[in-house]
């Protein structure tokens, strides 16, 4: 599938330049695994060339990237991702399972890369504002010790999941992951700069906002609750930029987009410039073993990131 380009337009609609003080820019980073390298592709471009970004809001793997951003190290992890993933023969692994050990190998891997790219003090004292959206299991609903009641929310989750993309696949959008969350009794949570004290802390708050179990296993914060992946309710987390006068909106299909403008959080007043490949991305999302992929998306994101710079500069 082909997209567009409905993101990149020569002027943006309603948007006004403030007279007495610089434009407050804001990047929302939607989750998709390998595909945020695209992500990162775009908001290190922005970030490089002076675009003025006051905060940035990610869930899933936008988290990571967001962090990889404001620890000034996203050219590291992109070098260190490609490594493991050249290292990595596959994304199920038999003999493991056989073994009675973890068959998918992408939450050691990508616990590994946050662990050594992200800088702890750049992040806590960062000027750009940090948002990453998670969803908490309320303990009364799901006491820690009863792993069945956890186990049951996925299928549900995924059952959910499997609809809302069947129907999208006819031309029919509806919220079926929203709502089986709603009907869950799931809390949302948003995880600031202030909360991520350590890099043991910073990763347990990113993997919480990435948690697709089996592939990333249920996490426990600090506060002994479960969380998780947050793109299951906002997966363009908009929502948590209330103070820019401009948003820069990265995703990487046009589902994503359709859900957030059908959402109840949808601001028609708020100046969003979406952006989106123009082309299908040459990698899945959870495909942990395709260095060459994750290479060509990021280098996407860059050719899409000039794209952007430009018509942020004639407009700011």
């Known amino acids: 599938m082909f997209f567009r380009r409905p993101a990149i337009k020569n002027k943006l609609p ?75 023969r596959k994304n199920f692994y038999w003999s493991r ?13 990508y616990r590994s890369a946050l662990m050594s790219y992200i800088d702890v003090d750049r992040v806590v004292h960062s000027p750009i504002r940090l948002a990453f959206n998670t ?23 995924l059952a959910a999941f499997r609809l809302e993309q069947k129907f999208a696949g006819q031309g029919i959008i509806r919220p079926f992951l929203r709502r089986a969350a709603e009907r869950a009794g799931l809390e949302e949570v948003i995880f600031k700069n202030e909360d991520m004290i350590s890099t043991d802390v ?69 100046t969003i410039l979406y952006v989106a490949p123009e082309r299908t991305l040459p990698i899945t999302t959870w495909d942990y073993a395709n260095p060459d992929g994750v290479l060509a998306c990021y280098q996407l994101g860059l050719e899409a990131g000039e794209r952007t710079l430009r018509l942020l500069e004639r407009v700011l």
């Not at 399972?97 to 891997?109: N, Y």
């Not at 969803?135 to 989750?157: E, G, M, S």
């Not at 506060?223 to 299951?232: C, K, R, S, T």
């Not at 209330?242 to 359709?258: F, S």
């Open 14 to 88: 309603g948007y006004r330049r403030p007279f007495f003080r610089k434009a407050r820019v804001g990047l929302a980073l939607s989750g998709g695994g390998c595909k945020a390298f695209f992500a990162l592709g775009i908001g290190q471009t922005l970030i490089e060339n002076g675009i003025p970004i006051r905060a940035i809001s990610g869930t899933s793997a936008g988290s990571a990237m967001a962090l990889a951003m404001v620890s000034q190290s996203a050219l590291d992890l992109l070098r260190y991702f490609m490594e493991i993933t050249r290292r990595n």
């Open 97 to 109: 399972l056989l073994l009675g050990r973890e068959p998918f190998p992408h939450e050691r891997m």
């Open 135 to 157: 969803l908490r299991l309320p303990p009364d609903r799901y006491p820690p010790q009863n792993r069945w009641l956890r186990y049951r929310l996925v299928l549900d989750i």
């Open 202 to 270: 910073i990763s347990r708050v990113c993997l919480a906002s990435s948690c697709v179990p089996p592939l990333i296993s249920y996490q426990r914060l600090l506060d002994g609750n479960y969380y998780l992946d947050g793109g299951v309710t906002r997966n363009l987390p908009i929502f948590s930029l209330p103070e820019c006068d401009l948003v820069v909106a990265v995703h990487y299909d046009q589902l994503t987009r359709q859900l957030y403008e059908m959402s109840p959080e949808a601001d028609a007043e708020r």
